[in-house]
């Protein structure tokens, strides 16, 4: 059900981002206790605003009540990833050459099933992390197939 949603909410709402030259980053469809949200989270190269969010949430809003695809009573939010923004599409790895990334795996490698570093590559089929340990520099390749979630990461210096 929540994957037939999400599609849905993503069909309606790029029209809408587009002419806004803002970008659909994820949406989640989730029940929260007794409660379920729909969350749209969108950014741009100069990153969003309150008011843009405003904007998509009002337009998505009327579209979702037109269209009236979901059959429960929900919460739409629509708000910016933040800064530990999701990597979900090839383009989003791709963008993020040369950030701090922070990467799960669904099975270990090389004994590890998570990785914090910088993202050095991405080829369509292979993540490359340059990972500091201590003084030295560790390269890990991680098969794009096998990357469960990936992020962001904020660090400190």
């Known amino acids: 059900m929540s994957k037939k ?5 993503e069909e309606m709402v790029q029209p809408i981002l587009e ?36 904007t998509v949430s009002e ?9 009236d ?12 990833p933040g800064a530990e923004r999701p990597l979900k599409k090839d383009k ?11 990467l799960k795996t ?3 490698i090389d004994g590890e099933k998570e990785f914090e570093g910088e993202l050095t590559g991405f080829d369509g089929m292979t993540v490359t992390i340059s990972i500091m340990i201590k003084t ?3 390269i890990v390749e991680i098969p794009y197939e096998k990357v469960a979630s990936a992020r962001l990461a904020v660090t400190f210096n």
């Open 5 to 9: 949603v999400t599609e849905i909410v």
């Open 19 to 54: 002419p806004l030259n803002l970008e659909l980053v994820d949406i989640e469809y989730a029940k929260e206790g007794k409660d379920w949200f729909l969350r749209v989270f969108i950014d741009s190269e100069t990153g969003v605003d309150i008011e843009d969010c405003g």
């Open 59 to 67: 337009k998505l809003s009327e579209k979702l009540d037109e269209v």
């Open 69 to 80: 695809p979901i059959p429960y009573n929900y919460f739409l939010e629509v708000s910016s």
């Open 92 to 102: 989003d790895f791709e963008k993020s050459i040369g950030k701090q990334v922070y």
């Open 106 to 108: 669904y099975e270990p």
């Open 136 to 138: 030295r520099k560790r």
